[in-house]
């Protein structure tokens, strides 16, 4: 195959998958604090296993949340139950929550809090990318794209109550093949899910048939063959009390499926002063701005900073040779039409609000804008300025 004929391959996992849960559960007491106080300080991580539940890290927030561990604790049920856990070895009601959360150190809150002439500081060192295409509507990569639109379907039937047969836990892949470097067809998808003890592993593959065919694009399926519905056969065990979950360990699945680089840090947990967060947002943003400018087909941006420290300290954009400005001109523009200091993030994208919880399942990126300030990095709003600061 040639440069551009290819095949390449995404994941996803569902809101069950007990990595997920950790997500939701750490995301969903960042809501809490945030409704509380928008300027409260959030690092937490949840671990689950057999019906247990830890919450550890570190907070800063009124009294009312930070000294109440019986609302965290039911914070985490709630999350769990709308996750749809009510399983022998994992149950919103009957799960051990254990609430380890301590006061921020004031060594780190020195270098972030902004105090006389200082601007707010980043909250940590680290890189964060962000990335484009034009490969689907939401400017996502294919593979991945797809990949958590077939979860979504087979979640949204499994809360209507469509059907009784599919448990919380699942997983997705896509395989597409790649012709002169666009999408063209899937030619393999693998979906794993938890399902009833007493559904057959032909009930669980036709089920699933009705998904993918729904998900991909007419005259996509893959051939019959590589298509794989539980390979292992049975998978009634899921979620924690099948395999131990942690906050951050999806990574890629959050955001671009393997197809653009990814920084050191994962997102949920951390409230908008963490960089790994807010700026992984803010490049994101940057770069569907610059593809939906018309600028490049494909855009790379990758932002770096140091605790403490309120200004990046390098701002790097690659177009991959589909750009029609030079991408030193463009990055001085991106600086131009947005403050990149994680005070300057946080406020131009409304960060300081509880909008985390929906974030952790199906990824960060590629989902629509919502009334109420979710997902606000996903706006087409730069697109005008962008142009007229490049020359365009």
């Not at 569902?14 to 007491?29: L, Q």
């Not at 955001?255 to 680089?261: L, N, Q």
């Not at 909008?355 to 960060?364: F, P, S």
């Not at 590629?366 to 730069?382: M, Q, V, Y």
Request: aromatic share 6%.
């Amino acid at each position: 195959m040639s440069l551009n004929d290819y095949l390449f391959t995404s994941e996803s996992v569902s809101e069950g998958h007990p990595d997920k849960v950790c997500d939701r559960v750490s995301d969903a007491v960042v809501d809490t604090f945030l409704a509380a106080d928008p300027v409260a300080r959030v690092a937490c991580e949840t671990l689950t296993t057999t019906n247990l539940v830890v919450l550890a890290g570190e907070v800063r927030g009124p009294a009312e949340v930070a000294g109440n561990t019986d609302l965290l604790v039911q914070v985490a049920r709630d999350a769990i139950r709308d996750i749809g856990y009510e399983q022998d070895g994992f149950h919103w009601k009957t799960a051990d929550v254990q609430v380890h959360l301590h006061s921020q150190s004031t060594d780190i809150a020195q270098g972030v809090d902004a105090a006389g002439n200082k601007d707010e500081g980043a909250g940590d060192q680290g890189i964060m990318f962000g990335y484009a295409c034009d490969e689907t509507e939401e400017l996502m990569p294919a593979p991945i794209a797809l990949s958590h639109r077939i979860l979504k379907s087979m979640a949204e039937a499994r809360k209507s109550g469509a059907t009784a047969l599919l448990g919380p836990d699942s997983k997705s892949q896509v395989t597409l093949r790649y012709a002169n470097g666009k999408p063209v067809g899937a030619t393999s998808v693998v979906v794993s899910t938890q399902h009833a003890d007493a559904a057959s592993v032909e009930e669980i593959r036709e089920l699933v048939r009705g998904h993918v065919l729904k998900v991909l694009p007419e005259g996509w399926m893959c051939p019959e063959q590589d298509f794989y519905v539980n390979p292992t056969g049975r998978f009634v065990i899921g979620g924690p009390d099948g395999d131990c979950g942690l906050t951050g360990r999806k990574i890629i699945v959050d955001t671009y499926g393997g197809a653009a680089p990814h920084g050191g840090g994962a997102f949920s947990g951390k409230d908008p002063t963490k960089v790994d967060r807010s700026a992984a947002y803010a490049a994101r943003y940057l770069a569907k701005n610059v593809v939906g400018a018309g600028l490049a087909t494909k855009c790379t941006i990758q932002v770096s900073y140091a605790i403490g420290v309120s200004k990046p300290l390098s701002v790097y954009v690659d177009t991959a040779g589909t750009g029609v400005v030079d991408e030193g001109k463009l990055a001085r523009a991106l600086q131009e039409v947005m403050d990149l200091s994680p005070r300057g993030i946080r406020e131009h994208l409304g960060l300081s609000r509880p909008i985390y919880a929906r974030t952790a399942a199906y990824g960060h990126f590629g989902r629509a804008p919502e009334d109420d300030g979710g997902f606000s990095w996903e706006r087409l709003d730069l697109v005008d300025a962008l142009k007229t600061a490049v020359g365009a």
